[in-house]
């Protein structure tokens, strides 16, 4: 079976504060053949460990590179890689993202009125300019 994790399946098996849950959720994934998972849930995921779990950023980026050298994981490698590349600078998770999904989309520069994301993503080379 191919499967797509939606973020409360990664979300118990990262926490496992229920117990039924992380179970189900642990068997699915390790019985799948694949599992998907989009760039959306990984956004929100780091976005829940982070606000509603108190999560610090450092573990959240290691839970992060644990699911990518999960055998059956399918992942947009090259954005979730951006997407940690601007969190461990101390960014969003999200901002990289979109920032590279802009550019695979054509767009050369990243506009924003968050003077924090501008800043990391030029650091990094990237072309972003504060409105």
Known sequence: MKIIADTNVLLRIIVGDDVKQCRAA???MESADSVAVSLHALCEL????????????????????????????????????????????????????IAFEGQWLGADTFVSFDQKAVALLTAQGQSARLL
């Open 46 to 97: 780091v976005w829940v460990l982070l606000r509603s779990y108190d999560v610090s950023r450092a573990d959240t980026a290691a839970a992060i590179r644990q699911l990518m050298d999960t055998r059956n994981i399918v992942l947009n490698r090259p954005a979730v890689e951006a997407g940690l590349s601007i969190q461990e600078a101390g960014g969003d998770f999200a901002d990289g993202v």
């Open 26 to 28: 642990m068997a699915v």
